[in-house]
């Protein structure tokens, strides 16, 4: 009886997939790893990656395998890959973000596995959308696209005009600028974030939040510098995987930080000090220039 009703079953499913691979034009079909455990973590993986006539998802709680069946002219296996991992579940190609992880049911938290990090060479992209069945809508993908940028643009923005303001050796236009950066990163929808934007986002959001937190607080320069140190790495971190709107120069002093030595990010390719101001305006130099 069991045997019968597992045919059955298998007989359903297939059905179940040849009518809706009929339903997907320039059908392409992959199998890929997804890691989960049970059937809670079935019904969120098939919902994320599914999209009406454009991809559909079979996942097998017990393989851990998922069949991705998807039209190739519309989409790919990168980003269904991703809309699942921003569910909160890891594949070979893609790490969910750990506070989304962290927040699945306790028996949908799979073991995880160590893995590389998304490439930072990875170019940004939208998610795609239902809308993608429709090419009349392209319109709306630039749209977001352009939104997601100008939310880190005002974060790099800020943190220039920040940079500035230890140039020139005031700590009341520092402590104003971090508060601007800090509102300007409470404004980014990470969800919006394209993928590999999103893991590093995800890494360094509480250093970049508490950093300007800690410079908007105080008018101390002393400290100001302090703190922008750490902080001006988040900020390389971030802004080497997003990109900015034009050039943006890496650059070192050797004497900062009680000759240790530290980085910060300008616009320009000229050194201007904000660890020493006008004390030692030219220390420095030039050690990467991100395009």
């Known amino acids: ?14 059905l179940s997939m040849t009518i809706a691979n009929a339903q997907i ?5 992959e199998t890929v790893k997804i890691y989960g455990n049970c059937g809670m973590c079935e019904t969120t993986i098939e919902k994320a990656g599914n999209l009406k006539k454009v991809a559909q998802v079979d996942w097998d709680k017990d393989t851990k ?24 579940y890891d594949s070979d190609k893609f790490l969910a973000p ?14 995880r596995e160590a893995k590389v990090a998304v490439s930072t060479e990875m170019k940004m992209e939208t998610t795609t959308t239902e809308n993608h069945a429709n090419h009349a809508n392209h319109s709306d993908a630039a749209v977001a696209k352009q939104k997601v940028e100008t939310n880190l643009k005002v974060v790099f923005d800020t943190y220039f005009l920040l940079k500035d303001a230890l140039v020139k050796t005031d700590g009341k236009a520092a402590a ?32 970049l939040m508490a950093g300007a937190k800690n410079i908007s607080e105080t008018q101390d320069i002393k400290r100001q510098r302090e703190f922008f140190i750490p902080f001006s790495k988040s900020m390389y971190e971030l802004i080497k995987v997003a990109k900015y709107e034009t050039l943006v120069y890496l650059q ?8 240790k030595g530290a980085n910060w990010l300008s616009k320009e390719n000229a050194v201007k000090n904000p660890y020493y101001g006008s004390q030692m305006m030219t220390c420095g130099k030039t050690v990467e220039t991100i395009q």
């Open 1 to 14: 009886m069991k045997s019968i009703k597992k045919i059955l079953m298998a007989i359903t499913l297939l």
């Open 25 to 29: 034009k320039n059908a392409k079909t």
């Open 65 to 88: 395998m998922a069949t991705l069946t998807y039209d190739s002219a519309q989409t790919n296996q990168d980003e269904i890959l991703k809309r699942i991992a921003l569910a909160g």
């Open 98 to 111: 750990d506070t989304t992880y962290d927040a699945l049911h306790g028996c949908c938290q799979y073991e």
């Open 176 to 207: 104003t600028a971090a508060k601007d950066v800090l509102t300007a990163l409470n404004a980014v929808k990470m969800d919006e974030l394209a993928m590999d934007v999103h893991m590093i986002w995800m890494k360094e959001m509480k250093g």
């Open 252 to 259: 070192f002093c050797p004497m900062a930080n009680d000759g």
